[in-house]
């Protein structure tokens, strides 16, 4: 690959952090979205001096925010002509349920609707770089049900916060496929992706039984360097176009649940989104 733009979020921290590192060795240009400055600056400044390149920018952008999103998209859209990779990696599971600015539930927001309007805001400039759209996703999509598209953001039953991220997991499966619907034709590729089960700052704000699961899986997780290796294989790996639309672990195609197979499921989300980012 030739000289890249590449976008990711989710940088300050764990997975998206060493993706980041290894494609600014590699030389992409990279823009950072985070949602806090400070912390943003610094990580350009570790990333520059880890590995000299200068070519590193820090957009502003809090995927929770639809309003922060739009920003982040314009003043993309006012610094580039081109985006050849977007990595939409951050992500997070909440303990509580708690409704965004917006009025969405925020795990759906923060995994996925804050993904699906940045990609679609920016898809001019990926339609012009040819785009890759990689999309961390994860083996925690399996237990989610195509039924609880009908109710995604926990407005009818019981909230659960393994539940809310199972199902954001699924929609960034769905999202996926979907791009490659509705852009395949015109040059888009997209990826999904299960890092593994990686040792970073994710699940942290949990308690109870979820924060005895994560105290009792650390011994087993891998380092964010190692987690990061099929994000990178992906942004970086020439001559995959073929494999667009799947799912990948350890830098290969891998099986997804028969909910996320599910078509109509994944058309609905698509209309929902659209819906959703319409009104807010
Ligand atoms: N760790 C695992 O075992 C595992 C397994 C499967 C999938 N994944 C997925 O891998 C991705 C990266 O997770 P990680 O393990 O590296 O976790 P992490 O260390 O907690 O990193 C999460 C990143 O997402 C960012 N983020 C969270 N909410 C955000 C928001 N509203 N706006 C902007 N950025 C936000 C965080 O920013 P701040 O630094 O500002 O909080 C941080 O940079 C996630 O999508 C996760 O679902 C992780």
Known sequence: ?????????????????????????????????????????????????????????????????????????????????????????????????????????????????GHFLLTLSLMPLLLNGKGRVINVSSEAHK????????????????????????????????????LVDHFGAQGITAYALHPGLVNTGFGGSLSGLGSLLMMLARPFMITAEEGAQTSIYLATEPGIESLSGQYFKKKKPAKISSAAKYVPARERLWQLSEDLVRNV
């Open 1 to 113: 690959m030739s000289h890249k733009i590449t976008l990711i979020t989710g940088a300050t921290s764990g997975i998206g952090k060493e993706t980041a590192i290894a494609l600014a060795k590699k030389d992409h240009t990279l823009y950072l979205l985070v949602r806090d400055g400070t912390r943003g600056e610094q990580l350009k400044q570790d990333i520059v001096g880890q590995t000299g390149n200068q070519d590193i920018h820090v957009v502003l952008c809090n995927l929770a925010d639809m309003q922060s999103v739009r920003k982040a998209a314009t003043q993309i859209n006012e610094r580039l002509t081109t985006i050849n990779v977007l990595i939409n990696n951050a992500g997070g599971i909440f303990d509580e349920f708690q409704h965004t600015a917006d009025g969405l539930e925020q795990t759906f927001a923060t995994n996925h609707l």
């Open 143 to 178: 237990p989610a049900k195509t039924e609880w598209i009908n109710d995604m953001q926990f407005e009818h039953k019981e909230y659960s916060a393994f539940k809310a991220y199972a199902l954001a997991k699924l929609l960034n499966i769905y999202f996926t496929k979907s």
